[in-house]
């Protein structure tokens, strides 16, 4: 099955160590980075996917795999 999460943030170094850490756990980026701005600040997103063994449960936790 293959999972999806977006990652969204204030565009600053926590945010590219959240994707990082994601990357280093096997999760791997899906498409180009998106930026905006709030008013106050940029905000950046990034679409990332994995795939892993199984059928898709809506109580998985992404964030932990």
């Not at 926590?14 to 106050?40: K, M």
């Not at 063994?53 to 932990?64: A, M, N, S, V």
Request: aromatic residues 8%.
């Amino acid at each position: 099955m293959k999972l999806y999460r977006l990652l969204t943030g204030p565009d600053d170094s926590a945010f590219c160590h959240r994707v990082t850490e994601a990357l280093s756990r096997g999760w791997q980026l899906h498409g180009a980075p998106t930026l905006t701005f709030n008013g106050e600040r940029v905000i950046a997103g990034q679409a990332i996917v994995k795939e892993v063994d199984g059928d898709y449960q809506p109580d998985i936790k992404l964030g932990e795999l």
